[in-house]
């Protein structure tokens, strides 16, 4: 990410003003075009770093465990080998 003054920097020229030496200046234009592009830059930084986040909490969340089955009656489809011989 870009620091403040790397907006302004490209925007800025020297200007003088009367009975001083040179000073660094910048056009109301130039500073809000700077403004709207670090407003735009700040959105896309905000973007990445809430998807990582996301992704990151994905992660780290404990799964949870499969849920354990009620244990049921098994009833056999057959009759047992004893009760066929008894028969």
């Known amino acids: 990410m870009k620091a403040p ?4 920097a490209p925007h800025v020229f020297e200007a003088r003003r009367p009975r001083r030496d040179l000073q660094p200046v910048v056009a109301y234009d130039a500073a809000l075009r700077a403004l709207e592009q670090a407003l735009a830059d700040a959105e896309k930084y905000k973007y990445l770093l ?10 780290v969340a404990p799964r949870p465990a ?5 244990e049921a009656t098994v009833r056999p489809m057959y009759p047992a080998a ?3 011989l008894a028969a």
């Not at 499969?66 to 009620?70: D, K, Q």
């Open 5 to 8: 003054a790397e907006y302004l």
């Open 66 to 70: 499969p849920a354990a089955l009620p």
């Open 50 to 59: 809430m998807r990582a986040l996301r992704r990151h909490a994905d992660d």
């Open 82 to 84: 004893d009760e066929r």
